[in-house]
């Protein structure tokens, strides 16, 4: 197409009267030259922008081979039609064929930037639940012994909280026709005279809880037999059966007493022959009690 341009203007220049060199009419000549010129342009290349340049003719024998979308082809390529494979190639590869993928866009703040001055501190919150209790820790060293306290108040009057005796017998005895007590020669223990020997009971001082003990020796071929008495009942027995050998025999018995309440021993009647054993030497019968226990007020 450019050759056949250069040779129509060549050949213009050459036949057409306006384009030849005249003096007189150089500037009338010159803008009517352009304008010829600009027409016959605007005439030779219309066709060509509407139609477009064809590069080869085919022939009415052969087919037109027509490459893939997108496909470039140079003049000195061969005809052959392409391969399926290079087909394949080519339509991956044409960009018509790809899809156009969005580029993805992530936001990024700096927040150095945006980071302000520490506010003021906020009000103290409302506490929350106790946990659970941790473990007892280990026991701790010893503290210094502190200073001395100063002295109380004095208190009452003392009260007797105490009570206790022990009596013996060292003179036999035999049962009569009615129950006969069993009086005692020898004090052992008697701090607060709370054993009245002279009858032979235990006066009971305070309520509380008593315990008392017997302590006999039979005689050869006789019974023995002894009542531990709270006040007139019996609450315990002593005996020992008849045998050809004296023995000792004991008894013990815890009562609940009241202030006034007697404690004392008495010998069977003698429906039974019945005795206890002892002498001048040797103290063989002994009676004892105390208060273990006092009631509280």
Request: glycine letters at 10%.
């Amino acid at each position: 197409m450019t050759s056949s341009l250069h040779l129509c203007l060549t050949h213009l220049a050459r036949e057409s009267p306006l384009f030849a060199w005249h003096p007189g009419n150089c500037i009338s000549k010159v803008a009517m030259g352009i304008a010829a010129l600009g027409l016959l342009c605007a005439v030779v290349l219309f066709p060509l922008l509407v139609l477009g340049v064809p590069t080869q003719e085919p022939t009415s024998g052969e087919a037109v081979a027509s490459g893939p979308p997108g496909y470039c082809r140079r003049c000195c390529d061969p005809e052959d039609s392409l391969t399926p494979a290079d087909e394949a190639d080519v339509s991956s590869a044409s960009p018509s064929a790809l899809p156009y993928v969005l580029p993805e866009v992530r936001p990024y703040i700096n927040i150095t930037i945006l980071k302000g001055d520490k506010g003021d501190r906020g009000l103290l919150g409302t506490p929350g639940k106790l946990g659970r209790e941790g473990p007892r820790g280990e026991r701790g060293p010893q503290g210094t012994k502190g200073a001395k306290g100063q002295a109380g108040s004095p208190g009452g009057p003392c009260r007797t909280r105490f009570s206790a005796f022990s009596v013996g017998r060292k003179t036999a005895l035999h049962s009569s026709e009615g129950f006969q007590p069993l009086l005692f020669d020898t004090v052992f223990v008697n701090p607060d005279g709370h054993f009245d020997l002279a009858a032979g009971h235990f006066v009971a001082p305070l309520r509380g809880l008593y315990f008392f003990s017997l302590n006999v020796h039979s005689w050869n071929f006789k019974e023995t037999y002894v009542h531990v008495v709270h006040n007139e009942e019996a609450a315990v027995i002593l005996y020992a059966q008849p045998s050809d050998r004296s023995i000792m025999q004991s008894q013990s018995v815890m009562l609940a007493l009241g202030p006034g309440d007697r404690v004392w021993v008495r010998l069977f009647k003698r429906e039974r022959e019945n005795a206890v054993y002892s002498d001048d030497v040797d103290t063989y019968i002994t009676f004892s009690g105390h208060l273990i226990k006092p009631e509280e007020d």
